[in-house]
């Protein structure tokens, strides 16, 4: 059947889709399958978050423990010729290290291997900011000429950092600890080693298709869905492949909107039929509701 995948791109544009209330996205990762790839994907991505937040203050003057990096300054050279360190270069080292006190303080406290993968998780999502800085520069000169170039470091907008971690998220590489507990190799040895780049997970995925209160998953059963859409809010895949009912609604809606000099806009009230697609609920023994 069709695999309801927690964190697809749709989802997370579109958190009313998740299986479960907002609120509970926590539970979901705390309880049994705290080691499985959402998990990887949750840490990474606040790991990250904590580095742009606070390399962000730190650009903008809002923290007194730092400011621009302290480091850009005076004349380097690129591909472009030679130009001189100005503006405000984000403190992005003081971020990572801040970051690394933060979120990894829990983690160091245990020597299991939930804590080993959390950290190598904490660890990727900070290098996914430092990946996406940039270099932006500045002309000088009579007439728009270059004459001279100044020149700042930059993170992307965060969305790029969050993009990269999805897709980090989706080839997620499944490890076991290896003898001596130090490490982690790859559970399927036909898969590459896992670079500092990569997110881990130890356990599976729990089946987010089915209601299951030991992992806060209310299941997809009664779920309205979009019959017209080929992404994860279709009625094939949140559907999990069970069908759907489809029932027809009333419905009032603002109609025929006319903009009233000055100024509002005045609607009409319209009475609109349409049909609502709702996920089926399990009936073969395989999807029998766990409570």
């Not at 995948?5 to 989802?11: C, D, V």
């Amino acid at each position: 059947k069709p695999k309801f995948n927690l964190f697809s791109e749709n989802n997370t544009q579109d958190f009313s889709l998740l299986p479960f209330k907002q609120e509970s996205l926590f539970q979901v990762l705390r309880r049994g399958k705290a080691s499985s790839r959402e998990s990887a994907f949750v840490h990474a991505i606040s790991s990250a978050g904590v580095v742009f937040a606070i390399t962000r203050a730190c650009s903008q003057g809002e923290l007194k423990s730092c400011s621009c990096d302290p480091k850009k300054k005076g004349s380097a050279k690129d591909s472009k010729g030679h130009f001189d360190w100005g503006g405000c270069s984000d403190n992005i080292d003081y971020g990572i290290k801040f970051a690394r006190a933060f979120v990894d303080a829990k983690e160091r406290k245990g020597k299991d291997a939930r804590a080993l993968m959390n950290l190598h998780n904490n660890r990727a999502g900070r290098k996914a900011v430092k990946r996406f800085l940039k270099q932006e520069c500045k002309c000088h000169g009579v007439s728009g000429s270059c004459t001279l170039r100044t020149c700042w470091l930059a993170m992307a907008d965060f969305r790029k950092t969050g993009d990269y971690l999805w897709k980090k998220y989706n080839g997620a590489i499944q490890v076991v600890m290896n003898q001596d507990g130090t490490g982690f190799t790859v559970a399927n040895k036909r898969f590459k080693k896992p670079t500092k780049n990569d997110l881990v997970y130890f356990e599976s995925s729990p089946d987010y298709c089915i209601r299951d209160r030991d992992v806060g998953s209310l299941g997809t059963a009664g779920r309205v869905c979009n019959q017209t859409s080929r992404g994860m809010d279709s009625c094939e895949v949140m559907c999990c492949g069970r069908g759907y009912d489809t029932s027809r609604v009333s419905r009032m809606t603002k109609c025929e909107c006319k903009f009233h000099w000055c100024c509002a806009v005045r609607c009409q009230d319209c009475l609109e039929v349409v049909d609502i697609h709702t996920c089926k609920a399990p009936k073969s023994a395989g999807w029998i509701t766990r409570t």
